[in-house]
């Protein structure tokens, strides 16, 4: 099993950032791919951005050129810059792993998400 652990959610104004952070832990093999996902109140959640072992990122548009996702693969952990915020990013922020195993056994897993409040 692996575990997910978000920090660094917040309120902050319109404009402001922040950075999350995923961390992994528990029986690690390889996780190939991690992202952040992101469900506001009455809405579908949605993909906001991934990142692969071989460092190939993608973003959604609406947060294209404003966040940024990496990677510290020593630490099996993910971050997510967030900057010139909007109260649209208002949302809870959920880490999401691909995980394999050494018998090739893929998993996926969720973290339990960390809240980003965006507000004057």
């Known amino acids: 099993q692996v575990q997910l652990v978000e920090s660094g959610g917040g309120l902050v104004q319109p404009g402001g950032s922040l950075r999350l952070s995923c961390a992994a832990s528990?029986?690690?093999?390889?996780?190939?791919?991690m992202a952040w996902y992101r469900q506001a109140p009455g809405k579908q959640r949605e993909l906001v951005a991934s990142i692969t072992s071989g460092d190939k990122t993608n973003y959604a548009d609406s947060v294209k050129g404003r966040f940024f996702i990496s990677r510290d693969g020593a630490k099996n952990t993910w971050y997510l810059q967030m900057n010139s915020l909007k109260p649209g990013d208002t949302a809870v922020y959920i880490c999401y792993a691909n995980h394999r195993s050494s018998s090739q056994v893929a998993s996926i897993y969720w973290g339990q998400g960390t809240q980003v409040t965006v507000s004057s």
């Open positions: 528990g029986s690690i093999f390889s996780i190939y791919y």
